[in-house]
């Protein structure tokens, strides 16, 4: 976990503020990811990047954008907070792949709240 | 639309006790299956990963089982610390980078 970090770790905001949430990794990955995950529900991804000119959205990419500033640095925005964006949110990283070469990293995770 | 079910939601076992988590799948094309650890307030770790060729894969006290005939997959927990307490997810491949993720199993070890 210590090579893939997110900051902040824990974040309470109000409805229609923007938010930006960061990740930094050390493990020298291309691929980069967000997701949310939410009581009840298995991790849905976001948006992903396999390198620094590429921006991919995922299944739920609505509401949120994303910028790849650096091969280790990923950052994602949520540009008018509601408050169903509340939910845990994690980074990972992985080498790219088929096989044990697709197993993703994550970081410890970053607990939104909207109010 | 790919899916990963598991079972039970959740389960509390006392400590040097035994217990298995069940997940089903949908996924296809299938690559390979893993089973990951999540404490809480952590991120989700990796214990065991499966190919369609392999039916067992052991790590440590935990074992996962892979029936890729039936799409089904079990964790086993051999002799339950509390360390255990923790929520397995199970993950499913179909290419290389795109996962489908269980809902997970809390699993809460008593003393």
């Known amino acids: 976990d210590a090579d893939v970090t997110q900051t902040p770790r824990n974040r309470i905001t109000k409805t229609g503020k923007r938010i930006m949430l960061e990740c930094s990794q050390t493990?020298?990955?291309?691929?980069m990811y967000w997701y949310r995950q939410d009581p009840g529900l298995g991790l849905r991804l976001i948006y992903y990047?396999?390198?620094?000119?590429?921006?991919n959205k995922g299944e739920i990419s609505d509401g949120y954008s994303v910028s790849r500033q650096a091969q280790a640095k990923f950052s994602l925005s949520l540009e008018s907070a509601i408050p169903n964006q509340t939910a845990l949110y994690f980074c990972?990283?992985?080498?790219?792949?088929?096989?044990?070469?697709?197993?993703?990293?994550f970081g410890p995770g970053t607990r939104l709240t909207v109010l | 639309k790919n899916q990963v079910e598991q079972s039970p939601q959740s389960l509390i076992i006392l400590e040097g006790k035994n217990c298995t988590l069940q997940?089903?799948?949908?996924?296809?094309?299938?690559?390979?299956l893993r089973w990951y650890k999540q404490d809480t307030g952590r991120g989700p770790v990796s214990l065991t990963i499966?190919?369609?060729?392999?039916n067992t894969k052991s790590n440590g006290r935990y074992t996962a089982t892979l029936d890729a005939d039936t799409k089904q997959s079990s964790l086993h927990i051999t002799a339950s610390q509390l360390s255990d307490s923790a929520s397995y997810i199970c993950v499913v491949s179909g290419n290389d980078y795109k996962l489908s993720f269980g809902a997970g199993t809390t699993v809460t070890v008593r003393a």
């Open positions: 990047s396999f390198d620094v000119k590429d921006i």
């Open positions: 493990k020298g990955h291309d691929r």
């Open positions: 997940c089903n799948y949908t996924v296809s094309p299938f690559s390979n």
């Open positions: 499966m190919t369609f060729s392999e």
């Open positions: 990972a990283t992985s080498v790219g792949g088929q096989g044990a070469n697709n197993e993703q990293f």
